[in-house]
């Protein structure tokens, strides 16, 4: 199989993976026997790559091995205790920060916002990249630590819900629709509506189809025993359905992300996003 920089698809996403999850970055470069320059260019190349590549089975079967299960391959030596104490250590997972000398590793910078919250003109001060994310943390200013969907409608605007609940979505697609089900499933209900209102067709179709699975494997798990070492064969096959939508939402966001969707509903309606 093809090798960037004597690099694999499945290295390449086990490391992705481990320094997401907080294994220190200058291991990840030990591993593989690059430097910190090689790794910025090969992960560059990997993703323009990949978005191509999805239609091979084989690159698609060895990276989402990889994604499930980081610790394999030239990472197998890795273990979760390694991982954890390095986020200990480090208060958290370390980003790179692609400054010009590519030197130094630091933690993403907290988003900060006006006393009064988020403006318009605040908002207009930054690219449009970034305002998902402004909106994001204003939200999370006014919630502090919400119990569930109910309390989020009792704290938030109509359109402040909405993005909530989408982005909470485009977040999960990255995991798959069971770990979000495991996170928001009280929020499932409302997406089909907010889907419909922003215009991805597309991603409802799909979602609509994986909330009537997710409904019937919450039926099936009713008076499951919890310590079940094999599921029974109708359940599997449910969440085999749902693994087959997760394949055909990851190629869909490869196509159009959720996020583009979002932020094209979000400038449209700019003010009902911010303070004033």
């Known amino acids: 199989m093809r090798k960037i920089n004597g690099i694999a698809a499945a290295d ?24 910190q320059a090689t790794w910025i260019e090969t992960d560059r190349l990997w993703n323009d790559e990949s978005v191509v590549l999805f239609a091979d089975e084989e690159f698609k079967a060895a990276y989402r091995a990889a994604q499930e299960n980081p610790m394999s ?18 208060g958290g997972p370390l980003y790179l920060q692609y400054s010009d000398d590519l030197s130094e590793w630091e933690q993403d910078a907290p988003i900060e916002l006006p006393d009064g919250g988020l403006t318009l003109a605040f908002l207009k001060e930054h690219e449009e990249y970034e305002w998902l994310d402004l909106i994001e943390a204003n939200i999370q200013r006014k919630l502090g630590e919400p119990e569930d969907a109910e309390e989020l409608k009792r ?27 495991e996170l928001h499933d009280d929020l499932a209900n409302d997406l089909e509506k907010h889907l419909a209102t922003i215009g991805a067709k597309r991603h409802l179709s799909l979602i609509r189809r994986a909330n009537a699975l997710y ?32 394949d055909k939402l990851y190629n869909l966001e490869l196509e159009k992300p959720l996020d583009d969707i979002l932020l094209a509903y979000v400038k449209k309606h700019r003010r009902d996003f911010v303070e004033g």
Not at 77 to 83: C, G, Y
Not at 222 to 227: K, N, Q, V
Request: glycine share 6%.
């Open 12 to 35: 390449w996403t086990s490391a992705r993976e481990l320094l997401y999850m907080g294994l220190h970055p200058q291991k990840v470069y030990d591993i593989l026997g690059i430097d």
């Open 73 to 90: 391959g030239r990472f197998a030596h890795i273990t979760q205790e390694e991982v954890d104490r390095d986020v200990q250590e480090n």
């Open 155 to 181: 704290t938030l605007s109509a359109p402040e819900y909405l993005f909530r609940c989408v982005y909470a979505l485009a977040d999960g697609l990255n995991w798959g629709m069971a770990d979000f089900y």
């Open 215 to 246: 409904r019937q494997i919450q039926e099936a798990e009713e008076g499951l025993d919890t310590e079940v070492e094999e599921l029974p064969p109708a359940l599997q096959a449910l969440y085999e359905q749902l693994e087959e939508l997760d």
